[in-house]
């Protein structure tokens, strides 16, 4: 099984452009500002904020009576909050969307209610094995930083979070970068201050939660993965990456009877990109680090034909197009190139990376990744 990078996750049908319209809220703060012990605290603000009233009812109530959707996506870099509708009806409520994100009014009954929602949804993500392989294999290989933990926060941490710790989350809010993104153009919004985006950056002792680790079972997992710089001009090539390492491991080193299943993805982070490789086996395979690796060393030093680049990029290409037509993706993919690259015209850069490509360029990805040891990680199957 192979996942792509999520910028081509998101190639949703292609909506009714003309007649609607996004607008959303992009703050440079995510869950990477967790605190240790409090992780989950920039996920609870996500699910605060449609319930801080706005013209006597509360915001989403208040969307969704006028005919507009609104939705939220808490990143580890980021946090978005989204409208989707008419034009004007999304247009005149655009101050309550800023009203209702930077002043979020709430109290300890309502933050009671929405951790207990959290801890629902963290129950429902716990039946993806291989997505808690990748889960925690991303906090092996951030360990004792703010992307040890997944953007929706550990149970316990969760569980710690008080009134209090949201009056401090709010003092970052007030200073984070914002902006606003419409239809895919970005605005910034000029009545904030700056200076948390390097929020990401800082240390601090947390470490994968065991509650990362997929329950027992008599499967064992596996994974292995790597994280190196990337910068908006590289997420066309990893996505090209993606496609042709994962045809090349899923059908040399993943093809044998031992592996149950295997998904290889790539994500992005703020001037990073995450590579890993996740598998579930029916028993154990020593050799499957070597056969991922030699596959990867392969690659890089073999010719890659130009009229097969060409049809991947064609593909590509014709996904980016579908993309750029629906105004959510549209204004997702604007949001994400500025909160992780800095990029306000992050699809013309897409495009023209795509354009550009060449054999040597993919190759010179993987040569960069095989500079850096790989993580791996494995748990133990039942008898």
């Not at 703060?29 to 706005?54: F, M, N, Q």
């Not at 939705?71 to 870099?77: M, P, S, Y």
């Not at 909160?339 to 550009?356: P, R, V």
Request: with cysteine; hydrophobic share 40%; glycine share 8%.
């Amino acid at each position: 099984m192979l996942l792509l990078a999520p910028s081509l996750a998101e190639t949703a049908p292609q909506s009714d452009g003309d007649r609607t319209s996004v607008v959303s809220l992009w703050l440079r703060i995510g869950s990477s500002s967790d605190p240790c012990g409090k992780e989950g605290r920039a996920h609870l603000y996500e699910h605060l904020v449609p319930w801080t009233p706005y013209q006597g009812k509360p915001f989403q109530v208040i969307c969704e009576s006028q005919g507009v959707r609104f939705a939220a996506e808490t990143g580890k870099d980021f946090i978005s909050f989204t409208l989707h509708g008419r034009p004007q009806t999304v247009g005149s409520l655009v101050p309550g969307l800023l009203s209702s994100a930077l002043n979020p009014v709430f109290g300890a009954e309502l933050l009671q209610r929405e951790k207990e929602l959290i801890a629902l949804e963290l129950d429902r993500d716990s039946d993806d094995r291989l997505g808690l392989i990748h889960r925690h294999l991303e906090g092996v290989i951030f360990s004792g930083t703010g992307y040890a933990h997944p953007p929706s926060g550990w149970a316990s941490g969760v569980a710690n979070l008080s009134v209090s710790d949201f009056t401090q989350f709010m003092a970052l809010i007030a200073s984070a970068e914002a902006v606003l993104v419409r239809d895919g153009q970005i605005e910034p919004v000029t009545t904030r201050q700056t200076g948390v985006g390097q929020l990401v950056q800082q240390k601090h002792s947390c470490l994968p939660n065991e509650n990362s680790l997929p329950a027992p079972s008599r499967e064992i997992g596996w994974g292995m993965g790597w994280a190196t710089s990337c910068s908006s001009r590289d997420v066309a090539l990893w996505d090209l990456l993606a496609d042709c390492l994962g045809e090349r491991v899923g059908s040399n080193a993943m093809n044998r009877a031992e592996v149950k299943d295997w998904e290889l993805a790539v994500r992005f982070r703020r001037h990073l990109v995450v590579l890993t490789v996740a598998a579930t086996l029916n028993r154990a395979v020593p050799d499957l680090e070597k056969a991922v690796l030699a596959e990867m060393r392969d690659f890089a030093q073999r010719s890659f034909p130009v009229s097969m680049l060409m049809a991947r990029v064609n593909r590509l290409v014709a996904l980016h197009s579908l993309r750029q037509k629906n105004p959510l993706n549209r204004t997702r993919f604007a949001g994400l190139g500025w909160a992780l690259f800095d990029d306000l015209k992050i699809s013309d850069t897409y495009l023209a990376s795509l354009l550009g490509t060449s054999p040597d360029a993919i190759r010179q990805v993987v040569k960069q990744v095989l500079m850096e040891s790989p993580t791996v990680i494995r748990t133990a199957g039942g008898t």
